[in-house]
Each structure stands twice: as structure tokens, then as C-alpha cells.
């Protein structure tokens, strides 16, 4: 099986969204979110992003930059959906994520890559579903577009939705 290739992501912020959802058969569910827990994914990547309000933001008129996103999440609940809220104002990228769902031992599970839909002002929010009950964590590699005519784009942030009651 293949191990999940581990990198140190910090995780700066964990916080509950208030309520709960209902899925199937009154299985009541939380969004686990995971605001400012992005990092870049290397060095070179450190210095083309910076943070702002909207999330993390690619500076670079030229070049992608990939980020990192930790999630934090209770052990013993299933992994529904991983989704990510961004503005893209690249007109010929979008912003993409891979979310991994691995095991305790870090052997990856499930896999899968979820992408903005074309540009603009408004917000995107984009989900990537999940099958494997078994997903002791998820991470989220992203990759957020160069600015275009002075417009960034931005990751705003990435959150796992569980069963945890």
C-alpha cells in the first residue's frame, strides 16, 4: 500500500461551525473547518503567497503557487465530503485541490481532485465526496493560480464534513 507522503503542516486554527447537518437517516453531522491551517508547500512556494482576510493569496504575476492545508478532525468519525471556498480571478487556471484520506498509519486511502469552475468576482465553493469510512485524517494539497491584471486569487479555506454527534 502506499504511505501518504507526510509533510509538517502547522495547524494555526481549528474552530466547530455553530449547528448541525442532516444526511441520510438523521445522522447529524459537523463541518470541521480548518481557517488558516494552509502553509506553503515549499520554500519557493513561501515566497509567492502571503495572507490577508480572503485566505491565502498567490502574489505571483507568472507562477502557480501550491499550498498545504492540514485538517484536524475527531478519531472514530466518518470523512463525508472535503470542500474548499476560494475566489479564482485567473481566467485561463483554476484553483485546484487533492484531498487525501488516509488511515492512522498514514497509508492513503482515497484520493481526489476538485477544481473551481472558470473566473470571476463571486465566491466558489467546490466539494470533493468521500467513500471509505475508515479515513483517520484528510490532508489538502492546493494550487492557486498567479494573479491576473492585478486581480488575486484566493483560498479561503478548506473543511471536512464528518458524523461526529
Given at each position: 500500500?502506499?504511505?501518504f507522503p507526510m509533510?509538517?503542516v502547522?495547524?494555526?486554527?481549528v474552530?466547530v461551525?455553530?449547528g448541525?447537518?442532516t ?9 470541521w473547518?480548518?481557517n488558516?491551517t494552509c502553509?506553503?508547500?515549499?520554500t519557493?512556494d513561501?515566497?509567492l ?5 480572503y485566505?491565502?493569496?498567490n ?11 492540514g ?14 471556498n476560494a ?10 485541490c487533492?484531498a487525501y ?18 473566473s470571476?468576482?463571486n ?6 465526496n ?7 485524517g ?7 493560480p ?9 483560498l ?9 454527534h
Open positions: 500500500m502506499t504511505k509533510r509538517a502547522c495547524v494555526l486554527a474552530s461551525l455553530t448541525s447537518f444526511r441520510g437517516s438523521d445522522a447529524a453531522n459537523e463541518w473547518s480548518q488558516g502553509q506553503p508547500a515549499t519557493a513561501a515566497s503567497i502571503s495572507y490577508s482576510h485566505g491565502i493569496q502574489n505571483s504575476t507568472t507562477t502557480t503557487a501550491n499550498v498545504a492545508c485538517t484536524v478532525h475527531p478519531a472514530s468519525v466518518t470523512v463525508f465530503e472535503v470542500l474548499m475566489y479564482d480571478r485567473n481566467t485561463s487556471s483554476n484553483l485546484c487533492t484520506a488516509s488511515d492512522i498509519d498514514g497509508d492513503v486511502l482515497e484520493s481526489s481532485t476538485f477544481c473551481t469552475a472558470g470571476g468576482a465566491h466558489q465553493q467546490v466539494y470533493a468521500f467513500s471509505d469510512p475508515s479515513a483517520y484528510v490532508t489538502v494539497f492546493c494550487s492557486i498567479p494573479k491576473q491584471s492585478g486581480s488575486l486569487s484566493h479561503v479555506r478548506t473543511m471536512v464534513l464528518t458524523n461526529m
